[in-house]
């Protein structure tokens, strides 16, 4: 039994340690458990802006010794693909992530920042003087389900990237990983999952280039590991991580062989010492539903040299499961996280759970449905 009872030492019963409360050395962070709150997107961020607001929720959800993923942050004014996203890009936006940062340190927890460009993911509101997002392709996106189940996201026809420019975009991701370490972040995870720009380079269901970044695997994946690249020989391999769901088809962004391409990208990734790879479930093909999958992410785990950090509709019983048989070394949580800012301590417990409330996920109010969930002290 996880958490159950068992015999000690002179017939004297012991809590049987519950696999995701042990701690882990994650390259030079001490862990303290495994539990970690996965980056969430929750559009309470004013003009790219991040808010005070947003101290206290991190805050909130912070252990001594647990680490946490921020809410996707773009790298550049053509990031965008939501409104009241935060940016990483300007001063202003730097400025803004220290005093949240520091709330997060100031409680002993690990904060790396999640840097993102949604790519075609977007529409031409977003995007400065109104242009067309861009991408590796030029095909356009239907509107798509958003993960509240509640909005339809709708998408601009994108520009089709040169093989020229493609090197700049790389150093957006460059600049914002150093603009990450200069707000204070232990580290950055590159959003190289669902459907959004690094992913649609690497799909072949969107990739449809014929230049060095199209056609084949290594061609696909190249712009992906050229932006790990610049990263880790800016701020160091030891503070990078990387997202990736070569499983998932989120807004079209599906591949004919996800399980080349998710051993492509991490035999590639050991050539970089990356101190995590975080990868989402087959069975999380689409926006938050699970699903049946003959897929594991297990050749992957055997694959991978660094942290193996796994994602994607884990509960408790799961997520002691997937430490107990080595699947991995920590385990993500999203939605449970988000309504139960203390996860870890309920998990210990084997307490029940707040409820999320799928309506409130992105509204823009500062408190409601984001700060205002009960911790287990306040309901006894």
């Known amino acids: 039994m996880m958490g159950g009872k068992v015999q000690g030492q002179n017939g004297v019963s012991a809590e049987a340690p519950v696999p995701l409360l042990t701690p882990y050395t994650l390259g030079k962070f001490q862990l303290s458990h495994r539990v970690v709150l996965a980056p969430l997107t929750r559009l309470r961020s004013?003009?790219?802006v991040p808010q005070p607001h947003a101290i206290l929720y991190y805050s909130q959800r912070t252990t001594k010794g647990g680490l946490l993923v921020a809410e996707a942050t773009g790298v550049s004014d053509t990031a965008k693909g939501f409104p009241q996203a935060p940016g990483i890009w300007t001063k202003e936006q730097v400025d803004a992530w220290k005093p949240i940062v520091d709330a997060v340190h100031a409680k002993g927890g690990i904060f790396f920042c999640q840097i993102w460009h949604a790519g075609r993911a977007s529409n031409t509101d977003f995007q400065p003087n109104g242009q067309a997002p861009i991408s590796c392709t030029d095909k356009p996106l239907t509107p798509q389900p958003r993960s509240n189940g509640i909005d339809v996201a709708q998408f601009s026809i994108p520009r089709r990237l040169t093989t020229e420019e493609i090197p700049q975009v790389v150093n957006d991701f460059r600049l914002a990983a150093r603009n990450a370490m200069e707000a204070g972040f232990d580290g950055v995870e590159i959003h190289g999952a669902h459907g959004y720009l690094l992913d649609q380079f690497m799909k072949d269901q969107v990739n449809d280039r014929t230049?060095?970044?199209?056609?084949?695997?290594?061609?696909?994946?190249?712009?992906?590991?050229?932006?790990?690249?610049?990263?880790?020989?800016?701020?160091?391999?030891?503070?990078?991580?990387?997202?990736l769901s070569p499983f998932a088809d989120y807004s079209e962004a599906g591949d004919s062989n996800p399980e080349a391409l998710g051993l492509y990208m991490v035999e590639s990734l050991n050539k970089y010492g990356l101190v995590y790879c975080h990868m989402v479930e087959p069975r999380m093909k689409t926006v938050g539903e699970k699903c049946e999958s003959p897929y594991s992410l297990l050749p992957m785990r055997k694959a991978f040299r660094g942290t193996f950090i796994v994602a994607g509709g884990y509960d408790r019983e799961d997520g002691n499961n997937a430490i107990a048989g080595n699947r991995a070394d920590l385990v993500v949580y999203g939605r449970l996280f988000l309504a139960n800012p203390d996860l870890p301590k309920r998990f210990a417990l084997n307490a029940p759970l707040n409820k999320y409330n799928r309506e409130t996920f992105y509204i823009p109010d500062p408190v409601l449905g984001y700060t205002d969930y009960p911790f287990l002290e306040d309901i006894e």
């Not at 056609?215 to 503070?239: H, M, Q, T, W, Y």
Request: charged share 35%; aromatic share 8%.
């Open 211 to 243: 230049d060095k970044y199209g056609n084949s695997l290594e061609n696909r994946c190249r712009f992906p590991l050229e932006v790990v690249e610049a990263i880790v020989d800016e701020i160091g391999a030891d503070k990078v991580g990387i997202r």
């Open 46 to 48: 004013w003009n790219d």
